[in-house]
């Protein structure tokens, strides 16, 4: 059975930082992309980034690039995303997917995490 599990989130300040971390199992995750993306409460699901598995190719929404930092540990089947210099509208709930296609869609994911909440105060 597969499973993402999503770690990590929490409650910081404008301007600082946090960790999220996407721990894979119950199959081999090689050939797939993981990606995370985020949701606010009454908007759609939004695309924050995503990466191949041996993590050889990124692809990162404009709104985050230059201060989010995905990447993969493949000793520890794990993804983590690095938020930096965080802003109040990256509030939302984070989820980590993985799908065949390094592409923004949502619908493009065959596999779900449960999300975890990342709130940030001004």
């Known amino acids: 059975q597969v499973q993402l599990v999503e770690s990590g989130g929490g409650l910081v300040q404008a301007g600082g930082s946090l960790r999220l971390s996407c721990a894979a199992s119950g199959r081999t995750f090689s050939n797939y992309v993981m990606g995370w993306f985020r949701q606010a409460p009454g908007k759609e699901r939004e695309f924050v980034v995503a990466?191949?598995?041996?993590?050889?190719?990124?692809n990162y929404a404009d709104s985050v690039k230059g201060r989010f930092t995905i990447s993969v540990d493949n000793a520890k089947n794990t993804v983590y995303l690095q938020m930096n210099s965080l802003k109040p509208e990256d509030t939302a709930v984070y989820y980590c997917?993985?799908?065949?296609?390094?592409?923004?869609?949502?619908?493009?994911?065959?596999?779900w995490g449960r999300g975890t909440q990342v709130t940030v105060s001004s």
């Open positions: 990466i191949t598995w041996i993590g050889t190719r990124t």
């Open positions: 997917a993985a799908g065949r296609f390094p592409r923004r869609d949502p619908i493009e994911y065959d596999y």
